[in-house]
């Protein structure tokens, strides 16, 4: 399996596959972009499209094509590699399970489900109402076939009974979401009965919950949904990606509707970059996975008071993630469906006039505040200031902060003022976050300060030998940086001519030669650990992303600054350990030679660091 492993990793081409959800600028050979796993404004992600490996030097995420896979669409291990190995058209002889295999035998069953409630819409007379409905609203036996739509029978055990042949046990179905606990006695009953079925698919194709629409009008639930599963999470996954993401890519936006019967016209009208929430507000997971494709979106809820409060709350939260957010204002008919039902071209018109965020903001300051009256002028103003202070961009707040100015009537100074106090009411939650997500991702500060000095003397070769004349490995506290630092000092022992052959008289020149790949081939012969490896990769990334550009100036000073903070580190831990160990020797009453030892000891190190 392990040669399978290496076979599919070298196959499927980082580059390629990371394309397809962010956009890579060239950076000589390497690659950069902004980071989809924090918040950024300018690149901090780098690939090497020669190593196959990509760091982020923002938030410290890194890895190869399946650390990314995993990351992006939150898979384990086993199922970035049967993705891959799918994508490349490998056949894998072996088994990878996910928790022994529970997953996987989970999408197998919602496959099986879906197919079985497929073919009875298509040709099962008990089906009649629901191809009847489906007739009624205009959804087109492609439609049907492209989205897998379906009909669950309406029966206490049908569905169930189909899957137990197809060698599934109880406990899966119900683990799948498709079964009830009956409330006395044991075992259990159909989910899903007499309801048009809407297969929820991931952004890799896999089914993984349902939909299920009554057609009983009687029935106080309209829609049904799959719980929470194994395989299921709501807030991971809209409805329709899978078929839109290569088109919000294309057409750089996405239009999110609220439910299945939203989406479904909308693809037959050739609106196909759209995707549904089903009924709940956009959720921080959903945001981010739209903004892999693009960072536009077109929102358009029901015109409800329920629709209109998830609208609101899908703006505050596209918006907190730097999304460029417009509202599709429908002419009639209270949701996209109907209104193509209506009149299609009432929904391409509606589209086409998307109004820009604040524009909407203003449009409803203006209906529902009289500015003439200053209690309802007061009310609008921070209305408004609200909604400005959330935009993520400094100059789009200044351009509305000017445009408020001029509707309002009002000093713009003031309106200044004024966001800043909301701006600090709202912060002390965010600052908490980043803070929270810094401690997590940042590496030690000792081997992050080891790693710019390792890419500075890889890359420019004509300070290695000075750094390492005056550098010692004992002020390096972590154990991954003080072993491959030896490591270097080793390696420059060994191939001191060729290194010297890569220090220029000139020192506004650089070197011709990758002292980065050369020092990895030297490593592998030399007992490396896989973090070793791992970091030597991440080196010439390093180099790429924040040092390359460096003037010889600032290169000296960079030295200068890293050396000295990585010794001042060394010292002022010993310092601490040593008096730490001093007061315990006076308190236990320690011989006057050891306590002098200490002191003396003490004393020198202080020096030092003075």
């Not at 469906?337 to 071209?345: A, V």
């Amino acid at each position: 399996m392990s040669q399978e492993i290496e076979e599919v990793k070298s196959r499927a081409d980082l580059v390629e596959i990371m394309q397809e959800y962010i956009k890579l600028i060239p950076a000589g050979t390497n690659f950069k972009a902004i980071c989809p796993f924090h918040s950024e404004k300018t690149p901090s992600l780098m690939i090497s499209p020669g190593k196959q490996i990509w760091k982020c030097f923002g938030c410290g995420e890194g890895g190869d094509v399946f650390k990314f896979l995993m990351k992006i669409e939150g898979l384990e291990f086993g199922e970035a590699l049967r993705a891959l190995a799918q994508r490349v058209g490998i056949k894998l002889s072996g088994h990878i399970t996910v928790d022994g295999g529970q997953k996987e035998q989970l999408y197998r069953l919602l496959e099986w489900a879906a197919r079985y409630w497929h073919k009875v819409l298509v040709e099962s007379s008990v089906a009649a109402k629901a191809r009847e409905y489906l007739k009624q609203r205009d959804i087109k036996e492609e439609t049907i076939e492209d989205f897998n739509l379906g009909y669950a029978p309406d029966s206490w055990s049908q569905t169930s009974d189909f899957l137990v042949k197809r060698g599934f046990t109880e406990a899966e179905i119900f683990a799948a979401g498709l079964s009830v606990k009956k409330d006395r006695g044991s075992g259990f009953y159909d989910r899903f009965r007499g309801r048009l079925m809407f297969p929820i698919v991931d952004v890799l194709g896999r089914v993984v919950g349902f939909g299920g629409r009554t057609l009983d009008n009687s029935e106080a639930a309209k829609y049904i949904n799959t719980p929470q599963t194994a395989a299921y999470n709501k807030s991971l996954v809209l409805y329709g990606l899978y078929r839109a993401k290569e088109e919000i890519r294309k057409k750089d936006s996405a239009i999110v509707v609220e439910g299945y019967m939203d989406v479904l016209p909308s693809h037959q009208l050739g609106i196909k970059n759209t995707v549904a929430i089903s009924g709940t507000a956009l959720t921080i997971e959903q945001v981010r996975m739209l903004k892999r494709y693009s960072v536009n979106m077109a929102l358009a809820l029901d015109m409800d008071a329920a629709g209109q409060n998830a609208a609101a709350r899908s703006i505050e939260t596209a918006l907190a993630q730097e999304m460029n957010v417009k509202v599709i204002t429908l002419p009639q008919g209270k949701d996209p469906g109907e209104c193509i039902k209506n009149n299609p071209s009432d929904w391409l018109m509606a589209i086409g006039v998307a109004q820009e965020i604040m524009d909407y903001f203003f449009d409803q300051a203006d209906k529902k505040y009289d500015f003439s009256k200053i209690d309802q002028k007061k009310l609008a103003v921070k209305f408004i200031l609200e909604k400005i202070s959330k935009l993520g961009s400094l100059l789009e707040q200044d351009h509305w902060l000017k445009e408020a100015a001029a509707r309002f009537n009002t000093s713009e100074s003031v309106l200044r003022e004024l966001v800043k106090k909301t701006q600090v009411r709202h912060s002390g939650t965010a600052v908490k976050s980043k803070t929270a997500d810094a401690i997590r991702n940042i590496e030690a500060k000792d081997l992050l300060l080891f790693k710019r000095l390792a890419a500075l003397i890889l890359g420019f070769p004509h300070y290695l030998s000075a750094v390492i004349n005056s550098f010692s490995a004992d002020f390096l506290q972590d154990k991954l940086a003080f072993g491959l630092y030896k490591k270097i000092v080793l390696f420059y022992t060994k191939n001191t001519d060729f290194i010297k052959s890569q220090t220029v008289d000139n020192l506004d020149s650089r070197p011709q030669s990758d002292l980065f790949n050369f020092f990895a081939d030297w490593l592998k012969n030399n007992k490396p650990s896989q973090a070793e490896l791992q970091t030597t990769d991440e080196l010439s990334l390093l180099f790429a992303a924040e040092l390359e550009q460096l003037t010889e100036g600032e290169i000296k000073a960079e030295l200068n600054n890293l050396q000295k903070g990585l010794k001042e580190d060394y010292l002022k831990n010993k310092i601490n350990i040593l008096s730490a160990q001093l007061s315990q020797a006076e308190r236990a009453g320690a011989a006057p030679e050891v306590i002098n030892r200490i002191y003396q000891e003490l004393s020198e190190l202080i020096r030092q660091k003075s």
